[in-house]
């Protein structure tokens, strides 16, 4: 990759947007396999759940490498269907599922806030830069959109992301625990962190 050419993008094609899907679900992978097991399924419900507008890319030749996707009150980059989510499961499953899925999206969003719903980078670009290289993208975008803040959702047990947020002037504003809920999706609470732009 150090002979490719790096962009920052926002609009994808259909195939970009499969690999934006795939890198989301091997960042996510074992948060979502508690839930779907099927990776093909697993991935093919986030393709169609993905709203790619409302998020930013980094592609190295074309190739999706990094997605950050948000979340604002005329935006919101995941948000799954449940129609969508039926075609592959039974209808608790499915209900279970969509309340799941969709936990985040039934929080009020403040209308000076832009939320970071997802950020991934493809494993083969990890520690190179290409989160870093995302966050001051979209930190730079919502400046322009006049947000005065950025939030973001961190799981305590994901120490290397929570210290580059910290880095990048995100504070911890509150703390969340789940206990033995989520512990077999690796995970037994999660921070909510904020960046003050202006």
């Known amino acids: ?71 604002t009150l005329k935006c919101s980059f995941l948000k799954f269907k449940y129609s969508c989510i039926r075609k592959y499961f039974s209808i608790i499953k499915s209900m279970i599922l969509y309340l799941i899925l969709n936990y985040d999206n039934f929080r009020k969003q403040p209308d000076n806030e832009l939320k970071i719903e997802a950020i991934a980078v493809k494993k083969e670009a990890r520690n190179m830069g290409i989160g870093t290289k995302l966050l001051e993208h979209i930190t730079q975008f919502a400046k322009e959109k006049g947000y005065k803040y950025l939030s973001l959702d961190v799981v305590d047990t994901n120490n290397m992301a929570k210290m580059l947020y910290e880095r990048l002037g995100f504070v911890e504003i509150k703390k969340v625990r789940y206990g033995f809920i989520t512990r077999r999706a690796g995970f037994t609470g999660s921070s909510l962190m904020k960046k003050e732009l202006f």
Do not use: H, P, W
Request: charged share 25%.
């Open 1 to 71: 990759m150090k002979n490719s050419q790096e962009s920052i993008i926002n609009n994808i094609n259909t195939s970009q947007e499969y690999q934006a899907a795939k890198i989301i679900y091997e960042a996510f992978k074992r948060k979502i396999s508690v839930l779907i097991k099927d990776q093909e399924i697993a991935t093919e419900l986030i393709k169609i759940s993905c709203n790619f507008e409302c998020a930013f890319y980094i592609a190295f030749n074309n190739d999706i490498v990094g997605v950050i996707g948000m979340r």
